[in-house]
């Protein structure tokens, strides 16, 4: 695989990744996300649904936390996840953990780390984590790593230097181990950069694992709620300085649009896509504006009925649900709100979407309060596709020198 | 005002139903629709989606597996988001962006399936809502009233429902009430050559009453006939003979609807007695349950033994499941929290009963249904002769003997 950078802007890197797969004939443009899945399929989505998204990223994320008990299933199978699950053209990278579920702290030992899955606890040395990866053949792996200190409140200086070191032998032995499989060289490892918050175990971390001939790093850690982001952005700064300019660095943990600028203003070039689904288990509609050549008027415009909304959305209710304890952002509109019962715009004018060309906010108003399932589905249907369209919006502001445009109208929205 | 049929409306019924193909053995038909949304195809089964949708699957998806008619409640969208607000969408067409057709109950079932909740009185059902406690009264008016503004194809008149266990005076009040109400719904019908309203014949097991319900009810000129109150928790050898003396004195030219059917096997007889449509939320709950329908009946696809199970559910389904995925994944995503799974067995049984419908009259039309009909018996049971004794008894009543 071969990282080409177009150009450099403001930190910020454009660029495709190419002769990705097995076939070798993928490419990734940079920045971008991956498709957020949940157990190998798109959250509410069949196939035939998901289809009807544009723009859906070649790359999707697979989490260990809810295929590590497939490993005997799949190891019977024999021909790999992608296949599996149905997505034998996808790329696919294999993470530890699902960014959206926490996981409980305590469970990384010197020898194991566990995931957490719907049914429990599934504990993983070395040696079992390569045979789950062999198992599952996924293009690209997060490799076994601590990381921990992300979990807990003010970890200890000691902690923190344990989680570089034990993330530093997991990733050894890790090579090592895929070094004897032919099946597992197909593989590309992804190195993990821990530290906390730590600058000289951030840096420690991301010029040790440098050395190591990985595919590309992981930037672990840097999730947490936005003002916790802000006291982060110059560690992260300094990690993507030390890191190879042509290998991909992903971030876990990262979703909102503010964000994810910021983080690719200091090198990052991929990202995961649970966002818009945790905006649509809320039954939110993702609505900001990513069209820097608007004018702030049209604008306004085009996202219909936006005034009462900008009111509303300064008062930021905390929702509970399923496990989501997420604040509503900015970002999006609450279609459960009662003003929507009888608006029968779309859920933005002028989405292409599968939603958006289909129905009203008045429907989804209905099928939410009525708790029908389809709500999940169109919502994920278009807040996926408004997601990968503001990545989009990204690289084409990069190209044409805009980026400060799209910040600003990205960051005008943001509460 | 309740009364006979004026003259006029004896005359203004429309024709829909033309029939293709009659088996000469059985009473089964082959036939079309014309209804306002397009034609459709009979034998028929129509997936219900209650509360406008089909649960999961949008409305892209049902089109794609072949579905042209479809199931909404009137008393379910006659409070959430009721009949004004349908409106204003363009009806529940309008609403739920479905460009096929619509038929709507009218709301006499919830009668018994929400017994607790309800009272009836010969001004209508009042019921009290589930979800503020405030009451409303489902008269034969309002419900006309409110499926005019749903604007669905077929409209169902408001019955007096009975469970079919039950016995006694009430089932005789329910049978002459009913008529007293279809008279009621003709007319407070205010859309005619748009919307067609079918009469449901009532009188429980009771052959005397079935037979005086029918008497009267077709002596109504209505554009179809529904047959109503089975389906319950009566027994099959009661419920097949209700079926077959409503069908022998049903006219030809119309379509008969059996309310409530969804079981593969009694789909297969119902249409063997003459029944021309169908509906159920079997198949569709079911799939939300983990079960997917095979000719041989359902496979719990939740079950382990289903773990390592890497064939689709059937390998001889076109549906878009089966096409793409394998047991074994469908049982990983059934142990998940991915809606998904739901959704992807949903599709199924869906493509399911409308592929069963499809063999049906293809075998109708090619004129070798009873050939078919054993052949089904045969996959379902293992051997036509093991078919259970109702179906069978029911089937040779008309002609067709299994084995």
New interface residues.
């Given amino acids: 695989m071969k990282l080409s950078l177009t150009k450099v802007v403001n930190g910020c890197r454009l660029g495709k990744i190419k002769n990705l797969g097995k076939t070798r004939d993928h490419t990734m443009d940079i920045p971008g996300c991956l498709l957020y899945t949940?157990?190998?399929?798109?959250?509410?989505?069949?196939?035939?649904?998901l289809r009807?998204i544009h723009g859906v990223p070649a790359m999707a994320q697979l989490t260990l936390s809810?295929l590590a008990?497939?490993h005997e299933?799949l190891t019977?199978?024999k021909e790999g996840v992608g296949k599996?699950?149905?997505m034998p053209e996808s790329l696919l990278y294999c993470s530890l953990h699902d960014p959206v579920s926490p996981c409980p702290a305590g469970y990384v030992t010197n020898k194991s780390v566990s995931v957490w899955s719907?049914?429990g606890r599934v504990e993983m040395t070395v040696s079992k984590f390569m045979a789950i990866q062999q198992a599952l053949q996924p293009d690209w792996f997060q490799c076994l790593s601590d990381g921990e200190v992300s979990c807990k409140e003010a970890a200890s200086i000691k902690r923190v230097r344990k989680s570089v070191d034990r993330s530093l032998l997991f990733l050894d032995n890790c090579l090592r181990l895929q070094e004897e499989s032919e099946v597992l060289q197909k593989s590309v490892i992804i190195g993990v950069i821990e530290g906390g918050d730590v600058m000289e175990e951030r840096l420690r971390s991301a010029r040790e694992t440098a050395k190591r001939p990985v595919g590309g790093f992981l930037l672990d850690g840097f999730q947490g709620n936005p003002t916790t982001l802000e006291t982060r952005l110059c560690l992260l700064s300094s990690v993507t300085a030390e890191l190879p300019e042509d290998k991909p660095r992903l971030i876990s943990g990262i979703g909102r649009p503010d964000e994810v600028l910021k983080c690719i203003e200091r090198g990052v070039d991929l990202f995961e896509s649970f966002f818009p689904y945790q905006v649509t288990e809320r039954g939110g509609a993702l609505t900001f504006s990513f069209d820097y050549q608007l004018n702030p008027e049209e604008m306004l415009l085009q996202q219909n009925g936006t005034q009462e909304e900008i009111k509303c959305v300064d008062q930021i209710k905390k929702m509970e649900i399923?496990g989501c304890n997420q604040e509503i952002t900015s970002f999006e509109i609450n279609l459960k709100e009662k003003m929507y019962?009888?608006d029968?715009n779309p859920l933005v004018r002028g989405c292409s979407c599968?939603c958006c060309k289909?129905?009203?906010r008045?429907?989804l108003h209905?099928?939410l309060?009525?708790n029908?399932?389809?709500a999940?589905?169109?919502l994920m249907m278009h807040n996926f596709e408004h997601y990968f369209g503001f990545f989009h919006s990204i690289r084409e502001a990069l190209k044409h020198d805009k980026l400060a445009q799209l910040k600003e109208l990205i960051h005008r929205q943001a509460s | 005002m309740a009364g006979v049929a004026t003259q006029a409306s004896l005359e203004s019924a429309p024709r829909i139903m033309r029939l293709v193909a009659e088996c000469s053995r059985s009473r089964a038909r082959a036939g079309e629709l014309r209804l306002p949304h397009g034609t459709v195809a009979t034998p028929v089964f129509m997936p219900v989606g209650t509360?406008?949708?089909?649960?999961?699957?949008?409305?892209?998806?049902l089109d794609?597996l072949g579905c042209r008619i479809c199931l909404g409640n009137t008393y379910?969208l006659g409070l959430?988001?009721g009949p004004e607000?349908i409106q204003?969408?363009n009806g529940l067409h309008g609403?739920?962006?479905w460009p096929h057709n619509l038929l709507t109950d009218s709301g006499g079932f919830q009668m018994v399936s929400l017994v607790s909740l309800s009272e009836v009185t010969e001004e209508g059902v009042r019921f009290r809502s589930p979800y503020d406690g405030s009451e409303t009264l489902l008269s034969p008016e309002k419900s006309v009233q409110i499926q005019n503004a749903l604007g669905s194809d077929i409209i169902m008149q408001l019955d007096d429902v009975v469970s079919s266990t039950v016995t006694g005076p009430r089932v005789e009040e329910a049978m002459y009430r009913s008529i007293r109400w279809l008279d009621r719904c003709i007319a407070a019908h205010q859309r005619p050559d748009k919307q067609n309203l079918f009469a449901i014949i009532q009188g429980g097991l009771d052959a005397d009453l079935r037979a005086t319900c029918l008497e009267e009810m077709t002596k109504r000129d209505v554009p179809g006939f529904a047959i109503g109150g089975l389906s319950g928790g009566e027994s099959k050898s009661q419920f097949w003979r209700m079926v077959a003396l409503s069908t022998s004195r049903l006219p030809k030219d119309k379509p008969r609807y059996l309310m409530g059917v969804g079981y593969a096997t009694d789909l297969v007889v119902c249409v063997a007695l003459g029944c021309d449509m169908f509906d159920c939320v079997f198949p569709t709950r079911t799939a939300r349950f983990g079960s997917a329908l095979v000719p041989t009946g359902n496979l719990q696809l939740r079950k382990k033994v289903f773990?390592?199970d890497?064939g689709p559910i059937n390998p001889e389904c076109t549906c878009?499941?089966c096409q793409?995925?394998?047991r074994?994944?469908l049982h990983?995503?059934l142990?998940?929290?991915?809606?998904?799974?739901?959704?992807?067995l949903t599709?199924h049984n869906i493509a399911y009963q409308l592929q069963l419908m499809s063999a049906v009259r293809t075998s109708i039309v090619e004129k070798r249904f009873p050939d078919f009909v054993r052949d089904f018996m045969g996959t379902m049971y293992g051997d036509p002769t093991l078919c259970p004794t109702w179906a069978t008894d029911a089937l040779a009543s008309v002609g067709i003997t299994l084995g």
């Fill in positions: 949940k157990t190998g399929c798109a959250p509410h989505l069949t196939h035939h649904t009807n809810s008990e497939q299933v019977e199978y599996f699950i149905g719907v049914a399923t019962q009888e029968f599968y289909n129905h009203t008045a429907y209905h099928l309060v009525t029908e399932l389809l999940g589905v169109l | 509360q406008a949708t089909m649960k999961g699957i949008t409305t892209e998806q794609a379910h959430r988001p607000l204003k969408a609403f739920m962006n773990e390592k890497f878009p499941t793409k995925h394998s074994a994944f990983a995503l142990h998940s929290d991915n809606t998904a799974a739901l959704h992807h599709v």
